[in-house]
């Protein structure tokens, strides 16, 4: 990983917790995620219009990946909706790396070394002390829906890093590959909205579109940057270090949002990048 590629990939982590951030914010997650989802959509198709078509070979994967994408922002809008964005927010992007570094040993037979383990040990450390940490002030019991919907969308999250990592490559152009993936995933939830909420969505969009639209610039911008990456560098490091966002996350919602999220859940938070970390010094 270069000095250019690790840069690249920390400014997607501080740019994807941002976005997240302004998700949250909103009282309303399907106003938010149809701005978010469908601005990033006219996004790509201003940007597909500049760009190559991806090859052949790249479509199964973007076709895979925006149903994954979908199924993501579904439960991030479900987590975001139970809980506090500090725990919510590192539980979902902390499951992501754990779950494909086991992966990776039980399914494609790579092996861990001490460092790899360690990593492992100490992230899933971290992991449970955000987890259990309680929601809404630190002597809160844990909410267990939250606790499940996290999880399932650091899932969510691994199942398109892997599916993105290999269809960017077969595309040939990263740019072309972001911009109809955007365009594909981009399309469904808007579609949604606009079915469920019918003549009362354009009324309910207009006076959140602003934040929704610069949500939408930051979100394709974070996964643009990791998708170069992903390019230029082994997958594995790639998504271990752009979980540095998860102490991003942890400020903002501590800073921003008010929540009581405290010293201890700081520390869990701390434990869960300290162990991604050695996964990286590994790779």
Same mark, same amino acid.
Not at 78 to 86: A, C, E, K, P, V
Not at 156 to 164: F, K, L, P, S
């Given at each position: 990983m270069t000095p250019l590629v690790v840069a690249a990939v920390l400014a997607a982590a501080v740019t994807h917790a941002t976005w997240n951030a302004i998700a949250h914010r909103f009282a309303d997650q399907l106003v938010a995620f149809t701005l978010i989802s469908g601005g990033a959509a006219v996004i790509g198709a201003v940007l597909a219009c500049l760009t190559p078509l991806p090859d052949a070979g790249a479509w199964p994967y973007l076709l895979v990946s925006a149903l994954l994408h979908v199924g993501?922002?579904?439960?991030?809008?479900?987590?975001?909706?139970?809980?506090?964005?500090?725990?919510?927010?590192?539980?979902?992007?902390?499951?992501?790396?754990?779950?494909v570094t086991v992966v990776a040993v039980l399914v494609v037979g790579e092996t861990m070394d001490a460092w790899q383990t360690a990593g492992v040990v100490v992230a899933s450390a971290g992991l449970v002390g955000v987890a259990l940490w309680g929601i809404r002030g630190s002597r809160?019991?844990?909410?267990?829906?939250?606790?499940?919907?996290?999880?399932?969308?650091?899932?969510?999250?691994?199942?398109?890093?892997?599916?993105?990592?290999?269809?960017?490559?077969?595309?040939?152009?990263?740019?072309?590959?972001?911009?109809?993936?955007?365009?594909?995933?981009?399309?469904?939830?808007?579609?949604?909205?606009?079915?469920?909420?019918?003549?009362?969505?354009l009324r309910q969009l207009r006076p959140q579109a602003p934040l929704g639209l610069l949500g939408a610039a930051l979100?394709?911008?974070?996964?643009?940057?990791?998708?170069?990456?992903?390019?230029?560098?082994?997958?594995?490091?790639?998504?271990?270090?752009?979980?540095?966002?998860?102490?991003?996350?942890?400020?903002?919602?501590?800073?921003? $949002?008010?929540?009581? $999220?405290?010293?201890?859940?700081?520390?869990?938070?701390?434990?869960?990048?300290?162990?991604?970390?050695?996964?990286?010094?590994?790779?």
């Open positions: 993501y922002m579904t439960l991030l809008m479900r987590s975001f909706t139970l809980g506090d964005f500090g725990q919510m927010y590192p539980i979902a992007r902390g499951t992501a790396p754990l779950v809160a019991a844990p909410h267990w829906p939250a606790l499940l919907a996290a999880p399932a969308t650091g899932l969510a999250i691994a199942a398109y890093t892997v599916v993105d990592g290999v269809g960017v490559r077969a595309a040939g152009t990263p740019l072309g590959y972001i911009a109809w993936l955007m365009i594909l995933e981009g399309v469904l939830i808007p579609a949604y909205a606009l079915y469920t909420r019918r003549g009362r969505l979100s394709m911008l974070a996964y643009g940057l990791v998708l170069w990456a992903q390019t230029r560098a082994p997958l594995g490091p790639v998504s271990a270090l752009r979980e540095s966002s998860i102490i991003v996350g942890a400020v903002i919602g501590t800073v921003f $949002f008010k929540e009581r $999220f405290g010293t201890p859940r700081i520390v869990a938070a701390g434990l869960m990048v300290v162990g991604i970390g050695l996964m990286l010094h590994a790779s």
